[in-house]
């Protein structure tokens, strides 16, 4: 099975920083409301993009229990317990 090619690791983040940052709505309540750091706004950003937990490691250079464990304390923050239920909660408060 050919692996597929991710962009790199600035393309990745740009992206997830631009997601996060062009909605200053949804940036307020990451930040603010709801007390996330930068990296877990980076790392809500990045799982908006569609990436794995590996792929989020990879591209921010964590290991993969740590992504877990910022993924578990993101859907505490927010009452989700799946990547699924985060994206749509996140997705109702930009729309």
Do not use: W
């Amino acid at each position: 099975m050919r692996a597929r090619k991710l962009p790199s690791d600035r393309g990745v983040l740009a992206l997830a920083n631009l997601a996060v940052s062009q909605d200053g709505e949804l940036a307020e309540v990451l930040f603010v409301r709801h007390g996330l750091s930068r990296r877990d706004s980076r790392i809500v950003g990045v799982v908006r993009a569609g990436l794995s937990n590996a792929e989020i490691a990879r591209e921010m250079n964590l290991q993969c229990g740590t992504v877990r464990q910022y993924l578990s304390a993101i859907f505490a923050v927010f009452g989700v317990h799946s990547l699924t239920q985060l994206i749509r909660v996140i997705e109702s408060m930009t729309s």
